[in-house]
Each structure stands twice: as structure tokens, then as C-alpha cells.
Nanobody, 124 residues
Framework: QVQLVESGGGLVQAGGSLRLSCTAS????????MGWFRQAPGKEREFVAL???????FYRDSVKGRFTISRDNAKNTVYLQMNSLKPEDTAVYYC??????????????????WGQGTQVTVSS
């Protein structure tokens, strides 16, 4: 397993941008698939984006064209660049690691390591 620490959340106006970072401990980060999930108050945790170990990416429909997931294996870090933010993007954002580096799973239950979460608030 890896330990994950997120950063980069905050308060932004609608239409603005934020970049989230998630840094992992451990020497096998490059082999993991990494995901971003979010959870709004009173709602289920939902998938946002996934990047495989070979950097193939997947997104939920509502963020396609606005969010970009990327990774820097030399820095053990995965990023989520969020542009054109909307109030409905407000949530706690979590990064997660899946030891199956080529997974296509977007199910939270398939990810074994989680960060503590970072709050993103988008004002209208």
C-alpha cells in the first residue's frame, strides 16, 4: 500500500481554476493506477478521474473537457487540473491508489489506499 497526501483545495469563484496534487510515499507508485473521487455533503462518493500506470485516462462525463488528470512518477505525484469550475463541483476531493496499474475500474471499493481529502468550494 501507499500513503497519500492531497493538497491544493480552496475557495474559487465559478469559472475559476484549481490544481489538486496528491503525493504518495513508497517506491512502487509508478505501478499504481491513480484516481480522484469526490464527495459532496449528503451524497455518495463519486468517481472523477482515473489515470493508469501508462497514463491512459478516464473521466466522468460531467468533468470531461474541464478537468485533466496527470502524473509525474519521478515526483510520486498525481495532479487534477480543474478549469471552468462550477458550483456543483463543490466537494471534498480524495485521491486513491489501485495496485492494478491497468485497471479501468471507477469503483471506490477497488482502491486500497486513500488520502485524507481536500475541500474544494466553488461559489456562484
Amino acid at each position: 500500500q501507499v500513503q497519500l497526501v492531497e493538497s491544493g483545495g480552496g475557495l474559487v469563484q465559478a469559472g475559476g481554476s484549481l490544481r489538486l496534487s496528491c503525493t504518495a510515499s513508497g517506491r512502487t507508485f509508478a505501478n499504481y493506477a491513480m484516481g480522484w473521487f469526490r464527495q459532496a455533503p449528503g451524497k455518495e462518493r463519486e468517481f472523477v478521474a482515473l489515470i493508469r500506470w501508462i497514463s491512459i485516462t478516464f473521466y466522468r462525463d460531467s468533468v470531461k473537457g474541464r478537468f485533466t488528470i496527470s502524473r509525474d512518477n519521478a515526483k510520486n505525484t498525481v495532479y487534477l487540473q480543474m478549469n471552468s469550475l462550477k458550483p456543483e463541483d463543490t466537494a471534498v476531493y480524495y485521491c486513491a491508489a489501485n495496485r492494478w496499474g491497468d485497471t479501468s475500474s471507477t469503483s471506490a471499493g477497488d482502491f486500497g489506499s486513500w488520502g485524507q481529502g481536500t475541500q474544494v468550494t466553488v461559489s456562484s
